[in-house]
């Protein structure tokens, strides 16, 4: 007899996600994660009473009411808005696209003088845009290209611009309005006390063993359970056998400096070649500087984030999901389709550029329809 209904390999958002939704169900579920933590990369620690995102800042965006009224079962959510500041060799702008950043870069005051520059600009790319370089153009301009997206991309992807997926730069609102909010999304926040007390909050009442590998007591561990879920890297769960996916990784060096205010946002781009970081995170203002009991922080700590090709050993973070990846997946994904004893989630399961409020849907997805049988 198998004590465990669920083997669910990664105790992140998908993991815990499906876990709670199994257990709901009158399932018995064993997560296991090769970390000592749970929470995956949305993981945060509080030092010196800040919530530090330690595997990159999260924040949290939707336009879908169900994710929305779901995830705050489990966590009261701040206002906090993204509007990150882009610096180009110490000039600033404001981002996403929008007023503010024309009004900088051109001069520019009214809308129409924005539309008709980007228009004049955007005429070099004839046609459908074929890569990120010709979509970027297509949207914002050279200019903007050059000074904004250019850099960062190719820091951020360690690929020129024109080998990347048009789809990436598309993330990106552009807006012929004053509004510096980066998400179009009617929901948005984070999770107050921290992303870590949420997932553990999901979690809450189910088995959890960390600083379990999967791989290394594969049989074992499945021979405890009759199906599992698995949100590590597909390529990995079968060994590699087609060929390695690419990732791209990130290290971060975290700063704890003895002043309140560093940058006086929580992100701020650093959009030239040069700068060998991408961004620095300053976290306390994702909780506007103040601890838990409303107390303004007297020290901040930082993050400078750079991102590195990923190779055996590093952690992956984000897929790279270029044509040649892409069909190495679907090799990965048709094994997987014909697997009915293992479901595969999260963006290493599944191979894409999700953010959190898409592995939230993709997971109570996933166990409506499993559990629907
Ligand atoms: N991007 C850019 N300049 C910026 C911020 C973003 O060109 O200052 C582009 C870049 O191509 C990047 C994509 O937008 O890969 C998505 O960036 P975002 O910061 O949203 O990604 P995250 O790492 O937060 O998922």
Redesign the pocket.
């Known amino acids: 007899m198998k004590k465990y209904d669920y083997l669910i390999v990664g105790a992140g958002l998908f993991g815990a996600i499906f876990a709670r939704e199994a257990t709901n169900r009158g399932k018995k579920v064993l997560v296991i994660d090769k970390r000592s933590t749970i929470a995956g990369n949305v993981y945060t620690e509080k030092i010196e009473g800040i919530n530090v995102h330690k595997y ?2 999260h ?1 949290f965006h939707t336009n879908n009411k169900k994710v929305w009224n779901y995830i705050t079962q489990f966590a009261e959510f701040n206002r906090f808005t993204n509007s ?1 500041v ?1 610096n180009y060799k110490g000039e600033l702008y404001s ?2 696209f929008n007023m503010y950043t024309f009004n900088k870069m051109w001069g520019v005051v009214s809308p129409d003088e924005a539309i008709a520059l980007i228009e004049k600009q955007r005429k070099e790319i004839k046609g459908e845009p074929q890569n ?1 370089e010709e979509q ?1 153009i297509s949207l914002v301009g050279r200019d903007i290209y050059e000074k ?3 850099g ?2 190719e820091k ?2 360690g690929r020129d ?1 024109k080998e ?1 997926p048009a789809f ?2 598309k ?2 609102p552009v807006r012929m309005t004053f509004d510096n909010n ?1 998400f179009n999304a009617l929901y948005q926040g984070i999770p107050i006390g921290g992303y870590t007390k949420m997932v553990e909050r999901i979690l809450d009442g189910i088995e959890v063993r960390l600083e379990t590998n999967y791989l290394d007591n594969k049989e074992e561990l499945c021979g405890l359970a009759h199906k599992i879920v698995y949100t590590g890297p597909i390529d990995e769960y079968y060994d590699f056998k087609f060929g390695v996916l690419e990732y791209r990784s990130v290290s971060f060096e975290n700063e704890l400096i003895d002043k309140p205010n560093y940058q006086g946002n929580a992100a701020v ?1 650093y ?1 030239d070649r040069e700068t060998p970081w991408t ?1 620095i995170i300053e976290h306390k203002w994702f909780e506007f500087g103040k601890d838990e009991e409303g107390n303004d922080l007297p020290k901040t700590i930082i993050s400078r984030e750079y991102s590195t090709e990923w190779k055996p050993g590093d952690e992956p973070y ?1 897929p790279v999901n270029d044509e040649k990846n892409n069909s190495l997946y679907a090799k990965y994904k048709e094994l997987a389709d014909a697997d009915k004893n293992v479901i595969f989630g999260g963006r290493l399961g599944v191979y894409k ?1 999700y ?1 959190m409020d898409q592995i939230i849907a993709a997971a109570f997805d996933e166990a409506e329809k499993e559990f629907a049988l």
Do not use: E, H
Request: one cysteine or more; proline letters at 7%; a positive charge.
């Open positions: 990159g800042a924040i990150p882009a981002l996403p990120l970027a904004l997206i250019k960062y991309t951020q992807w611009c990347l990436i730069i993330r990106l980066y781009n959009t961004r984000y550029y953010d």
